[in-house]
């Protein structure tokens, strides 16, 4: 059994803007985002038949150092990062199949064929002199498909700082078959923060979300569906028998049903399967046009000295395998002044 500090329901939320496309997004209030700590953003990357392109840009005129790191979904979240400089109002793309720095030398980082998950950037200041500013960074994504369809969206932005928000864990979003969409792409993983505000991949497989999904048709008919962890696994991997341990009804995730399946990706139904073949949050279900309601259960972290918080970066995809896809982003932080 997991050794966790299970959080249930009342959760603080930070939502740092959501990129409209086929699909919908949170309804959620914004918190200030006043803060002298760190910033990152998150972006979905995929190298399965695929090429992930990523940008950032430094908007202020100071230098500014990120750390870049990329957690692995197919390979147990494995960790690969390196560090980059940029000047002021400076942008650079990385080929996530042949990463470069900003200034061209090789990054040192090689991902194996077939890679997929999520990254993380962030701005440091390394040597805590303030010779390198902690900039304000932008940045966006773009996931090609060899059979002609694109993601494209920004990325998540998160500001590390100490804020409760009310709200009811709840986010929807919509989807159709219009335009001939037929596939998506729903991905998902939890990443705790340390205590320098890092965002840590050293027990990551170890901590997860679980949220209850429903879908919802046009005549405003409610479908329960099942209950999903998202974490940073294949539905294979050894880990997730402990996850569906941590979620059996006699635990405190309260509301619970017991989940049947933890995976990084979804898809969203037979009709609208995900496009690799992934795991769907509601089998056996063939609505063409509706909303999918997801809503927190409750969230597991590794109980451990140093935890500052964590992160459940979301991406919502949807396209039609023929030149059209669209991508949203959704986040939320659940921190340590959160009362519990």
Known sequence: MLKKRIFLLFISFLILGTVKGFSGGPANEIPSTDTDQNFTLFAFYDLRDRESFLQITNTVDLPAR?????????????????????????THVYN???????????????????????????????????????????????????????????????????????????????????????????????????????????????????????????????????????????????????????TDMNTRFEGVNGASVASFEYGINNTIPNSKGGELLCPGNTIGEGVVRLRLQGIAAPDNEGFSGEAFPLFIGLNNGNGRGSMDSFTSTFLTNSGF
Not at 67 to 81: T, V
Not at 146 to 154: C, K, P, V
């Open 96 to 246: 996530m199949r042949d990463i470069l720095t900003n200034d061209g030398n090789d990054s040192g980082v090689v991902l194996p064929e077939g890679s997929y998950g999520i990254v993380a950037i962030t701005t440091v200041d390394p040597f805590d002199d303030n010779s390198l500013d902690d900039g304000s960074i932008v940045g966006n994504f773009r996931v090609l498909d060899d059979l002609g369809y694109e993601y494209r969206t920004n990325m998540i932005g998160i500001l590390s700082q100490e804020q409760d928000v009310a709200t009811t864990g709840l986010y929807n979003f919509n989807f159709n078959q219009e335009s001939g969409v037929i596939l998506s792409d729903i991905v998902g993983t939890f990443i705790t923060i340390d205590s320098n505000d890092e965002w840590n991949a050293s027990n990551v497989i170890n901590s997860f979300a679980v949220l209850d999904v429903d879908i919802i048709n046009n005549n405003e008919v409610l479908l329960s569906c099942r209950d999903v962890i998202f974490a940073c696994v294949k539905p294979n991997d050894p880990i997730v028998d402990d996850l569906f341990a941590e």
């Open 66 to 90: 990120i750390h870049f790191q990329i957690f692995d979904a197919g390979n147990l979240c494995n960790e690969n990062n390196f560090f980059d400089d940029y000047t002021g109002n400076d």
